[in-house]
């Protein structure tokens, strides 16, 4: 999806010798890493579109001026939302990462984190989300699980020796928090404002209660049957180079 329109960025021009589908390719594989943008390949693409109450998601992509040169330069903005064949929201880059560890696809993205000692960057080095439902009377209740594994990258004062066993556990405290918000606020704009079922709630409750789906969910706009509940936890593997488990 583009931020202005598609000519606009297919037509740009980044520079005599670099080839414009390739520039847009690494701006978009590049938001992966940068926690601004969710990926999938086409036939996924499809099959979530096309399901009954399943949400598809792809990039927002954009051009601007490079200030160095007279040349365009590509950006990923966020991720746009689908639903039922239309165009529910977008999100921004923010919230792009709470729907990249809701769907198992935050392995590689950052986090920074500030604490009083300074600003760390944790880098995601795995995560698993896991949703189990449990239906009480006419409401469904989920349970999302999220576990990481970060390694500390990077360090405002460079000095990496000078954190302690206590900084360590300051900076998982404060990312759980920051983390849990912006779950929070992915599931907030995306689910509960504009019926994009990011978690596959829909699909979840069909395989476990077809009764109860036929009843509630398969007619869409299902929000007010969903609840929910976070268990986050950070583990941390690496500060630097140096191994903690040395």
């Known amino acids: 999806v583009s931020l202005s329109t598609a000519k606009e960025v297919v037509s740009a021009s980044f520079g005599d010798s670099v080839i414009g589908a390739k520039e847009l ?4 594989k590049s938001g992966e890493y940068t926690s601004k943008s969710v990926t999938a390949p086409l036939y996924k693409f499809i099959n979530l579109i096309s399901g009954e109450t399943d949400c598809a998601y792809c990039p927002v992509i954009g051009v601007e001026k490079n200030e160095f040169s007279d040349n365009m330069i590509a950006f ?3 991720t746009a939302l689908f639903y039922d064949n239309t165009l529910q929201t977008v999100i921004n880059d ?3 990462l709470g729907l990249m560890l809701l769907t198992n696809q935050a392995g590689g993205a950052s986090i920074p984190v500030e604490t009083q000692g ?3 960057t944790l880098g995601i080095v795995s995560g698993k989300t896991k949703i189990k439902p449990t239906i009480k009377e006419n409401t469904a209740l989920f ?3 999220t576990t990481l594994k970060c390694d500390i990258v990077e360090y405002e004062n460079a000095d990496f020796s000078v954190i302690s066993e206590e900084d360590i556990e300051i900076i998982k405290k404060n990312a759980l928090e920051i983390i849990g918000k912006r779950l929070e606020q992915t599931l907030k704009i995306s689910f509960y404002a504009n019926n994009c079922d990011i978690c596959r709630f829909g699909k979840i409750l069909m395989l ?3 009764d109860f789906y036929n009843k509630y969910i398969s007619r869409g706009n299902f929000a007010d049957k969903i609840q929910y509940s976070l268990d986050i936890e950070i583990s941390v593997r690496r500060v630097g180079k140096e191994s ?3």
């Open 118 to 120: 300074g600003t760390y």
């Open 244 to 246: 903690l488990f040395a």
């Open 25 to 28: 390719e690494n701006a978009v």
């Open 143 to 145: 349970d999302i699980a």
């Open 94 to 96: 923010e919230d792009t």
């Open 208 to 210: 476990k209660d077809t």
């Open 76 to 78: 990923v903005y966020g």
